[in-house]
């Protein structure tokens, strides 16, 4: 689990994404880990741009923020609502 700190802002700009100082950003390890799916269903959901995410430096390490990983829960806990 990864937190950014910074102390003389509100707001931190990364790979074009704005994250809330202190918010909890997490890899797409834990984040399989906590959905209890594997790690290439996250990189599908990254792909099929319905998991947001930032890539640090680029092309390298993807992190997820809270929110978006929130987001994501919610829209894809009500989206299956009544789906058999």
């Not at 797409?28 to 741009?49: C, F, G, P």
């Not at 919610?74 to 609502?81: F, G, I, L, S, Y």
Request: glycine letters at 6%.
């Amino acid at each position: 689990m990864y937190h950014l700190v910074i102390n003389n802002t509100e707001d931190i700009e990364l790979s074009q994404d704005i994250y809330k100082v202190g918010e909890q950003v997490f890899t797409t390890s834990e984040v399989a880990d906590m959905l209890k799916v594997k790690q290439r269903t996250i990189y599908n959901w990254i792909d099929n741009k319905e998991l947001h995410c930032t890539r640090l430096g680029g092309k390298g390490s993807i992190r997820i923020t809270q929110s978006e990983l929130e987001r994501f829960v919610n829209n894809t806990a009500h989206n299956r609502v009544g789906t058999p």
